[in-house]
T-cell receptor
Framework: GAVVSQHPSRVICKSGTSVKIECRSL??????MFWYRQFPKQSLMLMAT?????????EQGVEKDKFLINHASLTLSTLTVTSAHPEDSSFYIC????????????FGPGTRLTVL | EDQVTQSPEALRLQEGESSSLNCSYT??????LFWYRQDPGKGPEFLFT???AGEEKEKERLKATLTKKESFLHITAPKPEDSATYLC?????????????FGQGTTLQVKP
C-alpha cells in the first residue's frame, strides 16, 4: 500500500517561532498533496492544496502568509507555520493521492503542534 | 453546496453486535466516496473507495455499500479492536481539484 510519512510527529515551540513540517510520499510520486488541520474531536479541515512546481491553493479563511507551503519535489511538501501562536496549536495532517489507486488519498500519521 | 453528513455521531456496541454507520452526501457529480478509519492521535487509514451506485466492497468484518444518496459501512460481529472513528469523504467530479469533503465522523466503541 501507499505510504506517506510526516516529520516531526510532535513539536513543542515557543510563541513567535516558526515550525516546519515535512510530508513525504515514500513509494509513489505526488504532484499534488493536501494539508489538513484537525481540532480535538472534530473532523479534518482542508487548509490548502500543495502543487509541485507552483503556488499552493489555500482554502477560504486560511492565511497564506502564516501557513507557507512549498512542494519542491514529486515526493516532498512542507508546511511552515510562521510566528506560531497558541491558537495555532493543533494536529496537522497531510495526504497525497496515488494515481495507481484511482487518486485515493493516503494520509500521513500527523504532526501534533503545541505552541506555548 | 456539497455536503457530507454522518450518523450516528457515536455508537457503542457489545462485541459481536453487528451494526451500520451511515454517510449521506450531496455532491455535484460523484467522483468517488471514501471510507477511512482514524485512531486517536493518528492519521486516517484508508479502507474503501466506492465509485458508483450499487457497488460494494468488503474487508474482514467491514462492508461498504453505495447508493445515489448515501453509503453504509456495515460492521459484522465487531471486536474491541474495531473501536475507532470512521470517516466518510466524497470527491466531486466536476472541478478535478481532487479535494475531499469529509463528514464529521462516527466514533465507534466496541466493548468486550
Amino acid at each position: 500500500g501507499a505510504v506517506v510519512s510526516q516529520h516531526p510527529s510532535r513539536v513543542i515551540c515557543k510563541s513567535g517561532t516558526s515550525v516546519k513540517i515535512e510530508c513525504r510520499s515514500l513509494d509513489f510520486q505526488a504532484t499534488t498533496m493536501f494539508w489538513y488541520r484537525q481540532f480535538p474531536k472534530q473532523s479534518l479541515m482542508l487548509m490548502a492544496t500543495s502543487n509541485e512546481g507552483s503556488k499552493a491553493t489555500y482554502e477560504q479563511g486560511v492565511e497564506k502568509d502564516k501557513f507557507l507551503i512549498n512542494h519542491a519535489s514529486l515526493t516532498l511538501s512542507t508546511l511552515t507555520v510562521t510566528s506560531a501562536h497558541p491558537e495555532d496549536s493543533s494536529f496537522y495532517i497531510c495526504s497525497a493521492p496515488w494515481r495507481g489507486r484511482g487518486d485515493t488519498q493516503y494520509f500521513g500519521p500527523g504532526t501534533r503542534l503545541t505552541v506555548l | 453546496e456539497d455536503q457530507v453528513t454522518q450518523s450516528p455521531e457515536a455508537l457503542r456496541l457489545q462485541e459481536g453486535e453487528s451494526s451500520s454507520l451511515n454517510c449521506s452526501y450531496t455532491v455535484s457529480g460523484l467522483r468517488g466516496l471514501f471510507w477511512y478509519r482514524q485512531d486517536p492521535g493518528k492519521g486516517p487509514e484508508f479502507l474503501f473507495t466506492l465509485y458508483s451506485a450499487g457497488e460494494e466492497k468488503e474487508k474482514e468484518r467491514l462492508k461498504a455499500t453505495l447508493t445515489k444518496k448515501e453509503s453504509f459501512l456495515h460492521i459484522t460481529a465487531p471486536k474491541p479492536e474495531d473501536s475507532a472513528t470512521y470517516l466518510c469523504a466524497v470527491q466531486e467530479g466536476k472541478s478535478n481539484t481532487g479535494k475531499l469533503i469529509f463528514g464529521q465522523g462516527t466514533t465507534l466503541q466496541v466493548k468486550p
